[in-house]
């Protein structure tokens, strides 16, 4: 199973960006697929998930209504539309299997590499 993330990049503050998490030799239809960012020094934060059963969306309060968490139909990639962003959503974003539940936990299986995202003001 891999997964790899691209689309990050640097941003102006107000911009916008779409993440794409490609994932090659797993669907995740009975599951779901999460997207977290982290800074360096500080702890990993879940930003969204989308379950993989019923398409149901989460987001964490700091990206609610500037965010938007999608998925192809075969349920083997995944992608993050940010916009309205801002200086402190500057983080790496990491795609990862894992389940409505255990995202909100902090948990999950087989993370990507990640993508780092950079907003400037």
């Known amino acids: 199973v891999q997964l790899v993330e691209s689309g990050g990049g640097l941003v102006q503050a107000g911009g916008s960006l779409r993440l794409t998490c490609s994932i090659s030799?797993?669907?995740?239809?009975?599951?779901?697929l999460g997207w977290f960012r982290q800074v360096p020094g500080k702890a990993r934060e879940g930003v969204s998930v989308i379950d993989g059963r019923d398409g149901s969306t989460y987001y964490a309060d700091s990206v609610k209504d500037r965010f938007t968490v999608s998925s192809d139909n075969a349920k083997t990639t995944g992608y993050l539309q940010m916009n309205s962003l801002k200086v402190e959503d500057t983080a790496v974003y990491y795609c990862?299997?894992?389940?409505?539940?255990?995202?909100?936990?902090?948990?999950?299986?087989?993370w990507g590499q990640g993508t780092p995202v950079t907003v400037s003001s």
């Open positions: 990862q299997i894992t389940t409505p539940i255990r995202w909100v936990q902090g948990q999950g299986d087989y």
């Open positions: 030799g797993f669907t995740f239809g009975g599951f779901g």
